[in-house]
């Protein structure tokens, strides 16, 4: 089918326009996700959204309260998990079985069909209606309004904890508030992308963006660019097939496109 | 309830599932000192894509996961000689097997008429449906992964706790690091058929964190994770197939006895630590980094 043709379908304009607000978001939380060693939350984080869901659909709830409800409340435990990395993916680890125990729990006695549950885990992202393209813009902008006001802090903090917290950066606070804008965002990315592709998104551009550059502001630059290109040309290709997922192809190209740079940075690190 | 004891299914459950919990524990322990919690997740999910990939090409789970596994853990080692605190590569490594797991699911929907919800089943296996053909394999493959472990305990075990000397004083480091990946690998693989993607992990991870925080000991940590690995294992079948409510995976016990454990080990050893003067608290964080 041509190109250009598919374009002007409204599916694809809201699937396009949805998902492009949501890799601009998830590929600037990745950044600092990345250089806070906290890559294991966002893996963890979409996977409990699902038993978040699941919860919501047991007790006949929007999934979108459950979602909310259960990101942002491990996001807050985990924030309050410790300082060593090791630890604290051990902590993440055991908090999102729990997670997963819970939304079985609830799947088994749900007798319903359970499909919006379903959606989560895999995405409707050729599916959404205009509403949802509004929503999840308007909450991309406050996300990415949220990062901005706390950018240089949470940039510092990352950089190094103790001589920022020797300055009188609020460390905690900034660990809580950064983990609770992941959460939202991986709670409104997971209903447009379900959550293999939240992830996918979180990490493969910003672990790129950060092969090439050293500067944050350029870093973040070049994984938001990233993140778009991937998103559009996985959708482009996932419409043109029609059978294949998206995620198929985001992750695919991501993981292209990161070996690639991987072993290149490692080959400049040795002529140094 | 002697019926229900004598019964297959118990008998099956019961077996698989406390070879599960010590191979879970043993190789579990090994993977707390080195760091690889999430490298184990990501294997488990790795056994996502074999498995899916494997209903595709019309092959036993088992097989497809275990090659897809062994495939990843290679890629990762390549990527990285030490894993660990960098878990960039492994999230990437895992979001690639993923999006693979994504695409077999959607072409095997496609092809056989069923509904990708059907993969969820994948997702979340059962001890209740293990088959006795299914758990000779497993239970080879346990013994196998076990009797590695015994014969490579002292090096691994100072590999694990102090690499930079173990390599001084000659032991092979890196092939320890390649053959502790292969043998964690097969564990998940064996677990994930016992109860699921989605939990093996919670059997890998909790016993052997809970033993770590409650004694520093490696024997005796060592066999309190056996111990609480069978202890969740155990009453969450009880409960499962005697307990009141019927309809209750046994899964969903054992995410709920782990996390309790872990967090009970937790708690206990923040206070411990709080309650010693300030210099003791300083030294000791010193010897643990």
């Not at chain 1, 998990?81 to 993440?92: S, T």
């Not at chain 2, 996961?65 to 290679?74: D, F, K, N, P, Y």
């Not at chain 2, 056989?112 to 394999?137: D, E």
Request: proline share 3%; net charge positive.
């Amino acid at each position: 089918m041509d190109l250009f043709e598919l374009l002007h379908y409204a599916f694809l304009q809201n699937a396009l326009s949805a998902s492009c607000a949501v890799a601009a978001c998830a590929a600037v939380i990745g950044y600092f996700l990345i250089g806070r060693g906290l890559t294991f939350a966002g893996h963890a984080l979409p996977n409990i959204g699902f038993a978040g869901a699941a919860g919501a659909v047991f007790f006949g709830i929007a999934p979108v309260l459950g979602l909310f409800a259960f990101t942002i409340g491990a996001a807050i435990v985990f924030a309050f998990l410790g300082k060593e990395v090791h630890e604290r993916d051990l902590g993440i680890g055991v908090v999102m079985t729990f997670c997963l125990g819970l939304g079985l729990f609830f799947l088994a006695l749900y007798s319903g069909y359970a499909e919006r549950v379903y959606g989560i885990l895999f995405g409707t992202i050729l599916g959404i209606s205009d509403t949802e393209v509004h929503l999840t813009l308007i909450s991309s902008l406050v996300t990415l309004v949220g990062i901005a006001a706390i950018y240089r802090p949470l940039l510092f903090s990352s950089a190094g904890t103790e001589s920022a917290a020797a300055r009188g950066v609020p460390i905690r606070f900034l660990a809580v508030a950064f983990l609770v804008l992941t959460a939202a965002t991986v709670s409104l990315a997971v209903q447009v992308t379900g959550s293999l592709l939240v992830f996918t998104l979180l990490v493969g551009p910003a672990a790129t963006a950060r092969t090439f550059s050293r500067r944050p502001s350029a870093a973040i630059g070049l994984a938001v660019l990233l993140a778009e290109a991937y998103v559009v040309v996985g959708i482009l290709l996932a419409a043109i097939t029609k059978t294949l997922p998206v995620s198929f192809f985001v992750a695919s190209l991501s993981f292209g496109v990161y070996v690639p740079s991987r072993l290149l940075q490692k080959r400049k690190t040795w002529k140094r | 309830m002697e019926e229900i004891i004598k019964s297959e299914i118990f008998r099956n459950a019961f077996f698989g599932g406390s070879l599960t919990a010590v191979l879970c524990a043993a190789v579990g322990y090994f993977m707390v000192l080195r760091a690889l919690a999430f490298a184990s997740e990501a294997l488990t999910d790795i056994g996502f894509a074999g498995a899916t990939g494997s209903a595709l090409l019309g092959l036993t789970p088992f097989w497809g996961m275990l090659g897809l596994s062994l495939l990843a853990v290679l890629t990762l080692g390549a990527l990285r000689d030490r894993l660990k605190g960098r878990d960039v590569e492994v999230g990437m490594v895992l979001s690639f097997a993923l999006g693979l797991g994504v695409l077999f699911l959607s072409l095997y929907s496609h092809s056989s008429g069923t509904h990708a919800s059907s993969g969820v089943r994948i997702l979340f296996g059962s001890l209740m449906s293990l088959s006795g053909s299914l758990l000779l394999v497993l239970t080879l493959v346990a013994v196998i992964v076990l009797l590695i472990l015994a014969a490579t305990f002292r090096p691994l075990l100072f590999a694990s706790v102090d690499p930079s000397s173990a390599r001084a004083k000659g032991v092979p480091t890196k092939a320890l690091d390649y053959a502790f990946l292969v043998l964690l690998a097969a564990t998940t693989v064996v677990s994930i058929q016992a109860i699921g993607i989605l939990l093996a992990f919670a059997l890998i991870s909790a016993p052997a964190g809970a033993a770590h925080k409650l004694t520093r000991n490696p024997g005796l940590a060592f066999l309190a994770a056996l111990l609480l690995g069978l202890g969740i294992t155990w009453s969450g079948i009880f409960l499962a197939f005697f307990g009141p409510w019927s309809r209750i995976p046994v899964g969903v016990y054992i995410a709920t006895f782990s996390a309790l454990i872990y967090g009970l080990a937790l708690l206990r050893d923040r206070f411990r630590i709080r309650s010693r003067p300030e210099a003791c608290r300083h030294n000791e964080r010193e010897i643990h980094e």
